[in-house]
């Protein structure tokens, strides 16, 4: 460690040159997106401002590198602060400003949105995320997905993965879109079937602004059941080529963007790991890495007509070194997992005077190449399978009044699935015999899809969102699903606000799920019920408390005909090998008759960084989450957690220091335990807990600022105190007894990023 702390700080005492930054933007209309001139730009603490320009948009020079506060204010729009804005020397800092006509009054009085942004067509369990509330997240690896530990209903699978567990839901139930495009899993070594992984491929330093719902969301989403991650990219850069270097704790990269034509723009990245560096110095038999790419170009035909194309893609391979016998044995455990995946699509804008038409082209691609062998290097499993989507979707957005708007949508998607699974025998841990011996297939499937959505705003207090979705699925005998969606939020006061919402919410079948047996496509669609109730109150501008209470039913849920214990609402977070008896696969007959309930509440307590530089969230679910297989058993889920505490938080003590924490305290996880012989029991299943998981993580940021040019170093302290957190108990065949399979424990790591 001393090391670190020395290259760390041994610049600290210097007297570096610096000059000053720019923040530029753009206003606009939050439902039309038409360009708001007019509006007053000021930089709190200071008498630094500009207005926006008949285009919406803005510049501020001069401005001393700094973390800063935006206060955006015009007659008749709802004031609108912007925190984190973070000024250095390398680069302009553009903020986007879309700001909501005043409606809403209380005793004459017109409400201000201050430090919480408002969502008039999400309104329950909603977080928005900056890029720097990101960055900074100590213990993420500046990953989009793990900075989502600290919300209220959010559990983790282990330290060592970011699989979304919303609710009790199954880290397959989760929706991923990024710059208006569906990804089915932005993770390196993504699950098959389900959306988690260990690392996220979207390159942060894009990120311009994202936003989480964890229930409850509106028509304009479906085919998912517990949450909807929206990840925007920002623009490149329009004055000059510019870019930045990275090492990090798990990866080295480089970006470049800059002006492409008047009024044009670019984005690339190239990021590679260095984890299989590590992995063979430290003596690992496997050894994992990885490459991920980023491209956007963005085109301005004129201020009603915008073009945008966007390239992401990743390339994964776990190597495996069976050079002695122990490296056998630990090698057999693992599933090897080769991927090629990528989203490429073109997205068309057109702004009318009160509407607006998106209109989009995209195609994702995931080559799976999935194997596991035994200790004799005798292969036990194979699965080559590749999963295309080809979407063409057309979003249209009305302003009906200052009050009120209507959304509307279709989309139509053609599926290429090819699977080539070599299951030879495998007894599982249950003692059941699985056999595939050879399937391959080739398939074509539709999905499409149709929404409505009404939002508007009743007696200057009620928020009304009121929406209809169809989808239809050919895959299955049976593939059409209407889900009403109806969400009421009430304000008494400028600071306290009521909440509800309830909805029918459908997910359609893995495609891996209908290969195994032609009866599965007799499956029919997963469904929930869900009901949500919540409650916040501002205690200050920048201090709010938020309370929800939430159920969530779920019916048709696809269970084993042969494993009658077996749900598949317990599986998808890990590789899915033999430690999971490949249950992930789904590669039983199937039938639609799982059930499940999940209940619970959520309370957090939330500090935006303000005059004073103290940031932080508090966060309490309690929750309980039970299955029902085939065998009419109730058990508690997999992912259930009943109890989840986090604390995270930071201090900008100065332009150049930055500090942040996070606590975070989880009860253990069900298990079902191992007999003598290594076997498990069906009437035992998950009977017993993990033992709680707790740890501790650190961060300290220091920022250089130079002439065009800055320097951004960090220390990150995963688990400082050392918790051995156990993830999960397996058979140990060596040693013939059960073994606890344990996160890594104290964790440092630096970063280093030169911006240019």
Known sequence: MKWIFIVFFIFTGLILPQTKGIISGKVTDKFTKQ?????????????????SNLSGEFVIEGVEPGSYRLRATAIGYESLLKTDIVVNTARPVFVTFEMLESVI?????????????????????????????????????????????VLPGVAQQSAGRNDLVV?????????????????????????????????????????????????????????????????DLRNGRTDKIGGKATISASQFGLNLEGPAGSGNSFIFSARRSYLDFIFKAAGFGFVPEYWDFLGKFDMKADNANQFSFLFIGAIDRVNFNNSDRDKKFDNARILGSNQNQYIAGISYRHLYSKSLLNISLSRNFTDF????RDTLLNPVFQNKSAESENELKADYVYKLSSSSELNAGLSAKYIQ????????????????????????????????????????????????????????????????????????????????????????????????????????????????????????????????????????DYSDYPVSSLREYLILSNTG??????????????????????????????????????????YGILSFTYSKSRFKALDGIERPGNFDQSIILSLAGGYIFNKNWEANFKFRYANGRPYTPFNENGRQDASEINSKRLPATHSLDLRVDRRWNFEGWNLIAYIDVQNIYGRKNVSNIRWDFKENKPEENQDIGLLPSIGISVEF
Do not use: C
């Not at 969502?119 to 690896?141: D, H, K, L, W």
């Not at 190449?369 to 596991?372: E, K, L, P």
């Not at 929404?451 to 979705?469: C, D, E, P, S």
């Not at 050919?474 to 006061?493: E, H």
């Open 573 to 614: 977070a890990g590789f899915g090998g033999s430690d999971d008896n490949y249950a992930s696969f789904g590669l039983d007959p199937l039938v639609s008759k799982g059930k499940g309930k999940v209940t619970g509440v959520e309370i957090s307590l939330q500090k935006k960084a303000s005059d004073t530089p103290l």
């Open 167 to 231: 609710r009790g839901g199954a880290p397959s139930e989760n929706l991923y879109i990024v710059d208006g495009f569906i990804i089915p899993n932005i993770n390196h070594f993504g699950n098959q079937g389900a959306t988690g992984g260990p690392l996220s491929y979207i390159n942060l330093d894009f990120v311009q602004q994202t936003e989480f719902s964890s229930g409850g969301f509106s028509a304009l989403h479906g085919d998912k059941l517990s949450s909807v991650l929206k990840i």
């Open 105 to 149: 009054e209380l005793e004459g009085i017109t409400i201000k949105s201050e430090y919480f942004e408002k969502n008039p067509t999400e309104v329950n369990s909603i977080a928005s995320f900056s890029y720097e509330e990101i960055r900074r997240s100590p213990g993420g690896f500046e990953d989009v997905v793990r900075a989502l530990s």
């Open 417 to 552: 699935f090819s699977g080539n699974v070599i299951l030879p025998s495998f007894i599982t841990s249950f003692g059941d015999t699985l056999s595939i011996n050879n399937l391959n297939v080739e398939k074509q499937y539709f999905k499409n899809s149709a929404f409505i959505q009404y939002t508007t705003i009743l007696f200057h207090r009620l928020n009304v969102n009121a929406g209809l979705r169809y989808d239809y699925f050919n895959g299955i005998s049976d593939g059409n699903t209407f889900n009403p969606r109806l969400s009421l939020s009430y304000m008494f006061s400028d600071r306290f606000t009521v909440s509800a919402s309830s909805g029918i919410y459908s997910q359609f079948p893995s495609y891996i799920w209908l290969t195994a047996e032609k009866s599965n496509k007799n499956l029919k669609p997963v469904k929930t019920y869900q009901y949500i109730l919540g409650a916040e109150y501002k205690l200050m501008s920048d201090l709010r408390i938020k309370a929800e209470g939430f159920f969530k």
């Open 369 to 372: 190449d999935s194997n596991q």
């Open 35 to 51: 360009p708001v001139p007019g509006v007053n730009i000021l930089v709190e603490g200071t008498t630094t401002g500009a207005a």
